[in-house]
């Protein structure tokens, strides 16, 4: 059974900095393309950040320059580094696999930044 588990979410104040982790259980993330996506209040959940299998990391515009995605085969986690954060970067941020025309969602984490 696929599982994801997000951590690392909290508060901080603009220009403040988080890493979240995506730990997978029952999938090998090396082998697949996985994806940060977040959902501010009222609003459809957007993809941030994806990583490939093999090739070049992409980002949605709104955070390009401030987030990077990485994965540690080892542990079997995603994570996404989240700099120079900003208020609206407020969202729940989710990870994200499809397997089998089916999308996988973990839990998400709850991302404030505020002063």
């Known amino acids: 059974q696929v599982r994801f588990v997000e951590s690392g979410g909290g508060s901080v104040q603009p220009g403040g900095s988080l890493r979240l982790s995506c730990a997978a259980s029952g999938i090998i993330l090396s082998a697949r393309s996985m994806g940060w996506y977040r959902q501010a209040p009222g609003n459809q959940r957007k993809l941030v950040a994806s990583?490939?299998?093999?090739?070049?990391?992409n980002y949605d515009d709104s955070v390009k320059g401030r987030f990077s995605i990485s994965r540690d085969n080892a542990k079997n986690t995603v994570y996404l580094q989240m700099n120079s954060l900003k208020p609206e970067d407020t969202a729940v941020y989710y990870c994200?696999?499809?397997?089998?025309?089916?999308?996988?969602w973990g839990q998400g984490t709850q991302v404030t930044v505020s002063s």
């Open positions: 990583i490939p299998i093999i090739g070049l990391e």
């Open positions: 994200n696999t499809i397997l089998g025309k089916i999308d996988y």
